[in-house]
């Protein structure tokens, strides 16, 4: 099989386009010298006489003519695969994988994702949930592209960053609250709790410290299914504040800190060999600022 230098078809269609190495040689930003070689190593290639001198002029020869048809469509169709190829090579077309925990993909994500895809619309956008450690896992195996997790996490080979600090409070129906929150007084209510998790370990740990071990009522994994359950009056809820902070009179939910104060930490998390596409490193850059409004 013969393989064509692009470089020599390209000249070749100059000369014979221009009339002229020399204005070829000028198009191309080569020498003159540099031009007629192509020429000639691409005629010895081929075996034929591609281009010949009429008067002042260079012109293709019958030869030429024929191949020229052929140069041209050779041109197009690599013009048309490295214009195809572009939006990958910048990031803006492909996949973006994000695995997350619920409340994270309800509460902190939407306005990222949006601002993702009016930048890039030719993306498509995949979130999966689920707790810390399988998001994780799934993050290791490269199933997914980033993971937005609550800490603690770790693995050999992620990068993991802190970019959100998040409060765990209290829910309870309007009016109907302790006066103080603390491990005490709650340990006497019904709870609502998440699921084992990261969230629920830290709310068993503060617990702990004060020499109280939790026993709920009702364990569920999605966060709105706690809420509707405390506003039914079933039992009062720990959730995270980002799930609070939008509900309005309507809702009959009110939120309090507890006592001290129980907070969780919000991480991106990335494969350490990971090209940065133009999507992740937009996800990157928008999440340390989400919740700075």
């Not at 013009?79 to 902190?108: K, M």
């Not at 693995?155 to 959100?164: A, C, K, N, Q, V």
Request: aromatic share 4%; hydrophobic share 45%; charged share 25%.
């Amino acid at each position: 099989m013969m393989d064509l230098d692009l470089r020599q078809v390209r000249s070749f269609m100059d000369v014979a386009d221009l009339g002229s190495f020399s204005a070829a040689a000028d198009k191309a930003g080569l020498t003159q010298p540099a031009i007629s070689l192509h020429i000639r190593l691409l005629e010895k290639q081929l075996g034929v006489r591609l281009i010949e001198r009429v008067g002042r002029r260079a012109q293709p020869t019958a030869a030429g003519r024929d191949f020229l048809i052929h140069a041209r469509r050779i041109a197009e169709e690599v013009a048309h695969a490295i214009e195809t190829v572009a939006p990958h090579r910048s990031g803006v077309t492909g996949r973006l994988r994000i695995g997350t925990g619920a409340t994270a993909c309800i509460y902190l994500l939407p306005p990222v994702l949006g601002k993702i895809r009016q930048a890039m619309p030719g993306i498509d956008i995949v979130v999966q949930t689920g707790n810390t450690h399988d998001i994780l896992r799934l993050l290791e195996a490269n199933t997914i592209d980033a993971a937005v997790v609550a800490l603690p996490a770790s693995g050999r080979s992620l990068d993991i960053s802190d970019i959100h600090l998040d409060e765990l409070v209290a829910v309870f129906p309007r009016g109907t609250g302790e006066k103080t929150l603390n491990a005490e007084t709650l340990s006497r209510q019904p709870l609502l709790l998440y699921e084992g998790g990261n969230t629920r370990r830290l709310v068993d740990q503060w617990f702990a410290a004060s020499g109280r071990t939790v026993q709920p009522a009702m364990e569920l994994g999605s966060v709105e299914a706690i809420k509707k359950l405390a506003g039914a009056g079933l039992g009062l809820a720990i959730v995270p504040r980002m799930a609070m902070e939008h509900e309005g009179a309507a809702s009959g939910l009110e939120w309090r800190s507890l006592d001290p104060p129980l907070e969780r930490r919000i991480a991106l998390a990335l494969r350490r060999d990971k090209h940065m596409t133009a999507p992740l490193r937009a996800l990157a850059a928008a999440l340390p600022d989400v919740r700075k409004r």
